[in-house]
């Protein structure tokens, strides 16, 4: 089922080319697209988890799947750009019961000391639909067109769908423990929200999340096509390095955390600071790089995503079982919210320095792309404000 997320989330993205001529559209209108689907995405986050505490992953993570197969068989068929826009925002929504159901469903079925291991390891597998989409996706797409292509996707999550309600079960009992109303959902959200370690949570998420996000959902394949000018083939292993990189980083990370919880923040840092250094290398040449130093780029993106996961640790050790769902959503908020904020801004930075021009080249991506690191160092001292809240919070109770 995440799989089927992620390849929906990450389809667009691979033929962002081919969007900007068959809706005839600027680098900013495109953009709208990612900013549709991810806005939708973290809007969803605290109803879907509040719908996953109540009735279940397996419903929601079912609902889910016809959303976003709808989704996709729209865009397949929609002429006009408004039309499309429309299905983004269903596959958004489709997308956005995927990766927190799943978290649920492993606090259910694993023991605690392995659950961020077996986070890394659901996430790993989920992020194979980066692959999906740049490799068998995009084949298709060149060989059948885009009506055909889109299609597929669509009734694949159909089907999934189906499987879902046949085969998935909330607990190993196969059954779900009824949910007691103990509390107000405005209770409820406001001990989610007053927590600091469900912000620093929600920053670790949005730092070393949308690094990847950007990348992959819109603009690496532009920048790299246009602003590089590689070639299709070049594009396409460029995109599934960042996941190859991810899955021996994801093993590592979810077995350090379990071992050493306490060095958490030790790792997050040191994986901001990697992402920074290699962005800013690649955008200080004023000359376009050659395709090694934009592969090395992908493995350090595909390495720092998983690092954005360890959010939903501080969760889980810091929030009642019965309010999972609900945190962890909220942390998953953090990574699409600024996934959205620079593709837009990056969208509208690279028609000014274009001059509107309707033209990319590569000066105009070194301008652009250079927000990401406005945003790295503030998710970084927001981290650090939500840490030093946290410990105040807890010394106080602990007198």
Request: hydrophobic content about 55%; aromatic content about 12%; charged content about 10%.
């Amino acid at each position: 089922m995440y799989i089927i997320a992620t390849t929906g989330r990450t389809s667009f993205g691979v033929v962002s080319v081919d969007a900007l001529h068959r809706y005839g559209v600027s680098a900013s209108q495109l953009a709208v697209f990612s900013t549709i689907q991810l806005g939708i995405y973290g809007l969803a986050q605290v109803p879907v988890g509040i719908a996953i505490d109540r009735f279940g992953p397996r419903w929601v993570l079912a609902t889910g799947a016809v959303i976003l197969g709808a989704g996709q068989i729209m865009l397949a068929f929609v002429p006009t750009i408004g039309w499309a826009y429309l299905a983004r925002v269903l596959v958004g929504a489709g997308d956005a019961t995927a990766f927190v159901s799943v978290l649920r469903l492993v606090a259910s079925w694993f023991p605690p000391r392995l659950v961020p291991l077996f986070t890394q390891i659901t996430s790993i597998g989920g992020q194979m639909g980066q692959i999906v989409s740049a490799v068998p996706f995009l084949a298709l797409f060149r060989y059948a067109g885009w009506q055909v292509a889109f299609s597929v996707l669509g009734g694949i999550g159909m089907a999934a769908a189906m499987l879902t309600l046949a085969t998935l079960w909330d607990e190993p009992a196969r059954r779900r423990k009824p949910y007691i109303k103990t509390s107000s959902l405005g209770s409820d959200l406001a001990e989610v929200a007053q927590n600091p370690y469900s912000w620093m949570g929600l920053f670790t998420h949005f730092t070393l999340m949308f690094p990847l996000a950007v990348f992959t959902l819109m603009w690496g394949s532009m920048f790299m096509r246009q602003g590089l000018g590689l070639n299709n083939g070049q594009v396409a292993l460029a995109l599934v390095i960042t996941t190859v990189a991810g899955i021996p980083a994801g093993l590592i990370i979810g077995a350090l955390v379990a071992w050493f919880p306490h060095r958490r923040l030790y790792l997050i840092f040191a994986t901001i600071a990697v992402v920074f250094i290699a962005w800013a290398l690649v955008l200080a040449s004023p000359h376009p790089l050659g395709s090694s130093a934009i592969y090395l780029l992908c493995i350090v993106l595909g390495v720092a995503a998983p690092v954005s996961n360890i959010g939903f640790d501080f969760v889980r050790t810091s929030t009642r079982n019965e309010l999972l769902g609900t945190g962890s959503a909220f942390a998953n908020m953090g990574g699409f919210a600024a996934s959205v904020v620079n593709i837009q801004i990056i969208g509208y930075l690279l028609d000014y320095h274009s001059h509107s021009s309707g033209k990319y080249v590569y000066a105009d991506y070194r301008f652009a792309l250079s927000f990401q690191l406005l945003m790295l160092i503030f998710g970084a001292v927001m981290i650090l404000v939500f840490r030093y809240i946290g410990k105040r919070k807890w010394a106080a109770s602990a007198r």
